[in-house]
C-alpha cells in the first residue's frame, strides 16, 4: 500500500499542529507509524487520502455505532444549516434530546447536555462535590474519563494516598483530592474509605472499562461500588462514554442492574458531532444552575445540529432493539475467530468481549486487571496493526483500545477481517 500522501500531509500538519494532530492518540504514535489522513468515510470503510480503502474499527472511537455517514441520520440536516445553526436561546429538540435519555436510561431524571465527554466529567464532579459537601472523590487505574485536571492521575508506588499527576501542568494541588484505587478490586476502595470515609464525594467509574482494552467489571464489584458509596453518603457516577447506548440501549446501568446517582455520556450520544452530557436523580440535578448554585454553561451546549445526530443516532437504536443483538453476534464471531487463530498458532494472545466491545491484547490472560492488561507486549501489536493496516483493515493504532463495531460491518468485512487477522497474527508471533 502507498501512503505518500498521507506522509506529505503528515509532515505539512506537523508545521502548524502540536504532534500533527488534535488528539495524541491520532498520530499512530504507539504503533511507531505515521498516521494516515482521511478522505471520506461510508458504513464501515474509511478512505484515506492515497485512496487506500480500510474496514475501519476505530468508527471515531466509539460515536459511530450506526457506522460512518448515516444516511438516515444525516437526513433532515440541511435544513437545520439553512435556518440557523446556534442560537444561544433554547430549542425544542434540546427537551427532546433529554427526554430520550431519561427514558432510555433510568437512573436519569434529568440530564444537562455539554460538548464533549470531558466536560461531562468534570461537571458532574464538581455536582457531586457540591452536593455532598465532601471533597475527595475516588478514581481507578486504567479508567480514563477525559482530560480534566483531577483526573490526570495515575496511583503513586505503594502508596494510597497520593497519586501522581499523569501530566505535566496539573498540580499536586489539583489531584490532592483524587485517590486512585484498582479497577476490580474491592479492597482497594474498602481502605480508601477507612482513609477517608467521612470526605468521600464520590466514586467515578467506567462500568466496563474501555481504556485499557476492554476490561469488564466484576459485578460485585459494581455492587459493592453502589453499597459503600450509599453507606456513606457518597455518590456513584458511571462514566458511560462508551458505553452509554453502545452496551445496550440503557447502557452498563441497565446491563447490570445498578443504578448510579449520576451518569455522563458522550460518543455515540452525538452521532459523530461533539455531544457529552450527564444526569441523575432530579435532586442532584436541580443543584445545577440556573435552578441550584453549581455553575455549569456551555455557549454550544445543545447546538442544534449535533442534537439533531444525537436524536436521530437515538432514535434508531430505540426503533431497532436487534441492533445490539445483532452487534454482540457480530463481536462474538470476531472473538471465537481471533480464539481460534491463537490456539492454532499457539501463541499468547487474548480476547476479552463483554456485548459488542471487545480487545485483542497480544498477552497472556487473564486480562481482568490494569496491571495484568500492562503486561500485553506492545510491540507485536505494533507490528500485527501495521499488516493489517496493510491489508485495508484499520485497528485502533494502540493496544489499550477496544474495538469499536457498527450495524454497517458485514459478515464479510468480519471474515475477510479475521482472514488476515490470522496472517498478521502469525508474522507479529514470528510463527
Ligand atoms: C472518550 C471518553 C471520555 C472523554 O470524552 P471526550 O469527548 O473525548 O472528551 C470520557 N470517558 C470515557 C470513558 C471515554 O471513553
Known sequence: MNFKKSQQAFSEAKRYIPGGVNSPVRAFKSVGLDPIFIEKAKGSKIFDIDGNCYIDYIC??????????????????????????????????????????????????????????TEATMSALRLARAYTNKNKIIKFGGCYHGHSDGLLVKSGSGTLTYGIPTSPGVNSTVIEDTIVCEY????????????????????IVEPVAGNMGVVEADLDFLKYLRDITNENKSLLIFDEVITGFRLAYGGAGEVYDIKP?????????????????????????????????????????????????GYKTIEILEENPKIYEELERKAVKLEEGFKEHIASLDIKATVNRVKGMLCLFMGEGPMDSYDQVMKSDTDKYSIFFREMLNRGILFPPAQFEGLFLSTEHS????????????????????K
Request: charged share 20%; net charge negative; aromatic share 8%.
Open 261 to 309: 446517582d449520576i451518569t455522563c455520556f458522550g460518543k455515540i450520544i452525538g452521532g459523530g458531532l461533539p455531544v457529552g452530557a450527564y444526569g441523575g436523580k432530579a435532586e442532584i440535578m436541580d443543584m445545577i444552575a440556573p435552578l441550584g448554585p453549581v455553575y455549569q454553561a456551555g455557549t454550544l451546549s445543545g447546538n442544534p445540529l449535533a442534537m439533531h445526530m
Open 411 to 430: 459478515d464479510e468485512d468480519i471474515e475477510k477481517t479475521l482472514e488476515f487477522a490470522y496472517e498478521a497474527l502469525k508474522i507479529a508471533y514470528n
Open 184 to 203: 476490580n478490586n474491592i479492597d482497594s476502595v474498602k481502605k480508601a474509605f477507612r482513609e477517608y470515609s467521612n470526605d468521600i464525594a464520590a466514586i
Open 60 to 117: 471515531s472511537w466509539g460515536p459511530l455505532i450506526l457506522g460512518h455517514s448515516n444516511d438516515r441520520i444525516i437526513k433532515g440536516i440541511e435544513e437545520i444549516f439553512a435556518k440557523g445553526t446556534s442560537y444561544g436561546v433554547p430549542t425544542e429538540i434540546e427537551t427532546s434530546m433529554a427526554k430520550k435519555i431519561v427514558e432510555a436510561v433510568p437512573s436519569v431524571d434529568k440530564v444537562r447536555m455539554v460538548n464533549s465527554g
